[in-house]
Structure formats: C-alpha cells, structure tokens
C-alpha cells in the first residue's frame, strides 16, 4: 500500500511538472510560425490558438478574487495576450522621432479641392457638392466633418426623380438622380445577410455582391481612421415607384412579375454578368434595400486615376501570381518609382489589411485621387465583395504584409485598441452598423461577420510580431506615412529596442 502511495504521489508530480513546462512554453513562444513555403500559408502554433481560446479569461482573477500576480494564478488562468512587444516598438519609433517632420506636416495640412481650384463661395450648392470640395490631399473628409451627417442624410431621404443603370463592372448598380440635381450611386440587395454565395472551389471573381458589404465598408473605414470610403447608407426602396416608374428604358424594360403567390416586382438590368432572369433581384412586397454611395466629383474634369494592384491575385487556375512563390518580391515593389518614396505603398497596406478585415478577395487594382500632386492617399471602393465568408480567412492577403512588414504606427496603434479594447472590433462595428436605417429590418452583419472581424485583427498582430522579431524596428514601424527604400535590410534583436 506504501509503494502504490508513494508511485502514485511521483506519478502525480511529474504530471504538475509536465502541465508547468507545457505553459511556459505556451506563454513564451506565441508567434506565428511559417514552414518553409511561408509566403503561401502561414501557419500558427498551438500557443496561438491557446491564448486565442483563453481570451475571455483576462478578468479571471476576479473570479478567483485574487488581487496578486503569482505563477500559480498564471497556471491557473492564463491571460490574455496585449502585445506588449508591439506597444513598446511603437514607443520606441515614436520616441526616436525618425520620421520627416516636415513632410508629415505638409501632408496634415493640405490644402481641400476647392483651394486646389481656387472656388468661390459654396451657396447655392447640394451638400454632396461641398462634401467634395473639402476633400483634402490626404483623407476624403475630416474626423469632424458636419458634412457627413448632412450627406448620408440627404441620400437616405431626398425624392430621387431618375434610375438609371451604371455602366462599367459586372454587376448591376444604379445611378440616382435626386430633385435637387445631387447624384448616389445604389446596390440593391440580392440576397439575406446569412447568405454565402460562393461556393469552395468558385474563383473568387465569381461571387456576387452584397449590399451591407458597401455599408459595412464604410464604418470600418471610419473606425480605423482611414477616411478613404465614400460615405454609405442604406435607404429602403419602393421599388414601383422610386425605380420602375422613373428608370431609364434599359432598365425598365427588364422588369418581370415573380411566379408564385406573391407577385413581387422583380428586374435584372443589362450588365456584362449575371444580368438575367435567373439572378433577379425581386422586392419583398414592393420594398427593396439597397446602399447608397456618395459619387465622388465630376466637375473640373477631376478623375480617379486607377492602377494595378502589385499583389493581384491570377485569374488562372493552374498558375498563381509571381508574388505567390517569389519571397523577394516585395524589395521589387519598394524599388519601383511609384513605391520607393512617399506614403503611397504604406496606403497600399492600409487597404491589404482593410481587405483581409472585410474578406474581400478580388482587389485587381487600387484607385488614386487625381487632381492632387503626388502623393496622394488611396481611395477604398468598390468593397461589394466583401464580408462574404465569416468562417473563412483570405490567407492570401496576408502575404503581402509578410513579405513587405511595413506598417504606419496609426495603424498599428488603431489593431492594438481593436483587439485590447476597452472595447473590441466586433463591439465597435456592431454599435456603428446600429445606426444604419436597414438595421431596422436585420443587424447589417450577422455575429459570425463580427467575431471574424475580432479573429482577424489577432492574424495581423501576430503578422507583425514575427515582422519586429526578424527586421529592424525602423524598418517596420513608420511613425509618419512617408515610406523610404533602403536597399538593405538588417536583422533586429529585441534587445536593441
């Protein structure tokens, strides 16, 4: 009985020891961890995922009421992960100061369309006109515009008094003309929000767009501080009078009464995809959602200047893209004239990282405001794709910021209070989208949309630790939006910072 005791109390201990030294590791080695192949898919480790299913237990000492750090309440309750690592190469970069002062200055204060055209008094102007003229050099409008309030307004409630179809794309979107002369541009809804479109082995190009995913777009646009979406809103149509009654022949022509008991107004337009009968869009008892965008200007020959995406993904199925396979190449893209100088590539991450957020997967190309000198900030549109797939995460949007690892400090810092909170992304969203008239029909995104939203801020902290642990933090962390090629790279060791 003795023996059975004492092999039983050594079993014991050395099953203690073995849950100790399984938690250590666990808590010193959460990275992201790459196999030989790493640029295709990133993998993670089980400590990840452990600090990711132990989230909720930050608060856990309350529960235990313990008021004291100790190993035991460690073992016990692990906590949550702050990227602490990260918070202290942002201080470091920011407390160096490194960045063009004067350059990030000019930046702030450009001067807004109207002073580049030097336009006159703003009476007797629709509110989307003067949204426009105060577009700056560097944003779409200010964190306190009154403007956008105005705007968003005006395109949910003004009398529209002409439909016509949009030209351009593969899908079906109207040009709104409102009795005042303003004009939006419309999506109409296609499907519910639960909805998944594509299917697993369907080209990404091959989805369909949603409604919510523009509106969607836009308040996460907002919450990271880009300001780079044309203001959304969501607006309920009746679909006999505010599109049939008033659209243009092309359109009106294709309006069908729906079989079944119902009889809902239903109509496909005349687009180059799925502009038939077999993908209508059908009223619900002559109601219709749709998202209302703000069209950007027209006048003073003002143009978006479009150019391809470095990282856009192939449209063959048996051959990827050369940045798929090709760990360098992102030092090409640095080299190239339009990437070498100036904030244009860390925008260019701006949007990489909005696209892996939202799960949009077909950014064949970026936009640019035209009129400015260079530089200039990157316009975000064109987000119809987006929040799609709440169970699946692009991995390929991830490899762009693997292989550059550059990043402004804004950004970091806006993941960071994402993901520490006090409140997180999901919670964020959910309190914006509740503003939306649409959401009196249905929450804008559904909660799976929204916990990935949290899922993914995580991948992309964890991104940029293993950037900070293999690069120089100088070479990662831009504390302006003023990039600068250096033709060689160095190692970092964390103790340097």
Known sequence: MFKRTRCNIIIGICIFVAVIVTILIVKFHHKIRFDDDYLLTPKFDLSTKFNANNANNANCKNQFGINFKSFLQQVICPAKDFYIDLHDAIEYMESKESHNTETDAKLKETETLADFFNFGPMENLTVLDK????????????ENSSLVGELLHEM????????????????????????????ALAKPMRFSREMEIALPNQMQY???????????????DRLLGFRRTMPV???ILNVTSEIYEIAHNNLSDTFFESDGPE????????CSQYCDKFHAFCANKDLLEAAFIGFLPTYFDVKIKEYENPWKKSYDR???????????????????????????????????IFDFLTGNKDRHSYEMFGPFHDPNFLINFD???????????????????????????????????????????????????????IAANAPVLIEPHLEALDRRVDI??????????????????????????????????????
């Open 131 to 142: 949204f426009n003229l105060e577009i700056k050099q560097t944003e779409l409008y200010a």
């Open 156 to 183: 949910k409630t003004r009398k529209i008094i002409r439909v016509e179809e949009k030209s351009g794309g593969t899908q079906l979107k109207f040009k709104i003309i409102y009795d005042n002369g303003m004009y």
């Open 206 to 220: 091959a989805e369909f767009e949603r409604h919510t995913a523009e509106i969607a777009a836009y308040h996460l």
């Open 233 to 235: 809103i969501g607006r």
């Open 263 to 270: 009889k809902n107004q239903c109509f496909y337009g005349t």
């Open 318 to 352: 048996k051959r990827k893209a050369i940045w798929q396979h090709d760990p360098q190449y992102c030092e090409k893209v640095k080299r190239r004239n339009e990437f070498k100088s100036g904030p244009r590539l860390l925008y260019l991450i701006d949007l990489i």
């Open 383 to 437: 987000n119809g794709r987006a929040f799609g797939h709440p169970y699946y995460d692009e991995e390929l949007n991830l490899i762009p910021l693997a292989q550059c690892c550059i990043i402004r400090s804004s950004t970091l810092k806006t993941l960071l209070r994402f993901h520490n909170g006090p409140k997180p992304l999901s919670q964020l969203m959910r309190e914006s989208l509740a503003s939306d008239p």
């Open 460 to 497: 992309i902290l964890r991104t940029y630790r293993e950037c900070i642990e293999n690069n120089l933090v100088d070479d990662v962390i831009f504390s302006g939006d003023n990039f600068e090629y250096k033709s060689e790279s160095t190692t970092s060791d964390v103790s340097d910072w």
